[in-house]
């Protein structure tokens, strides 16, 4: 059985910088591509940032682009989240999620339903 875990979540004052960290464990993974996404209270879970393992590829949501960068290690399947000049609207519970799908173009990234595999989420919350 495949585990996600997230941690790294926490308070922090809006202009201020966090960092997220993803690590999987267990079962046998032929990961494709990793991605964090966000879900707010009352708002639908969105896509901030993946990146894909054959190429090296990131991909930003439009929250994100400027502000974080996603980063890995695919050898370990890890993933990070560096989060810099957060604001309130940041604030959510961040998933990690694996995917173990190929896709060619890197848009297919930003869906939830092509990544298999989810962690229990981590909270953000940005204070003004």
């Known amino acids: 059985q495949v585990q996600v875990a997230e941690s790294g979540g926490g308070l922090v004052q809006a202009g201020g910088s966090l960092r997220l960290s993803c690590t999987t464990s267990?079962?046998?993974?032929?990961?494709?591509?990793m991605g964090w996404f966000r879900q707010a209270p009352g708002k639908e879970r969105e896509f901030v940032a993946g990146?894909?393992?054959?190429?090296?590829?990131?991909i930003y949501g439009e929250s994100a682009t400027g502000r974080f960068t996603i980063s890995g290690d695919n050898a370990k399947n890890a993933v990070f989240l560096e989060m810099n000049n957060v604001k309130f609207e940041d604030t959510a519970v961040y998933y990690c999620?694996?995917?173990?799908?190929?896709?060619?173009?890197?848009?297919?990234?930003?869906?939830?339903?092509?990544?298999?595999?989810w962690g229990q989420g981590t909270q953000v919350t940005v204070s003004s």
């Open positions: 267990g079962g046998t993974l032929s990961v494709r591509a």
């Open positions: 990146i894909r393992w054959n190429s090296g590829s990131t």
């Open positions: 999620a694996v995917s173990n799908r190929m896709f060619v173009a890197n848009q297919f990234y930003k869906r939830a339903d092509i990544y298999t595999y």
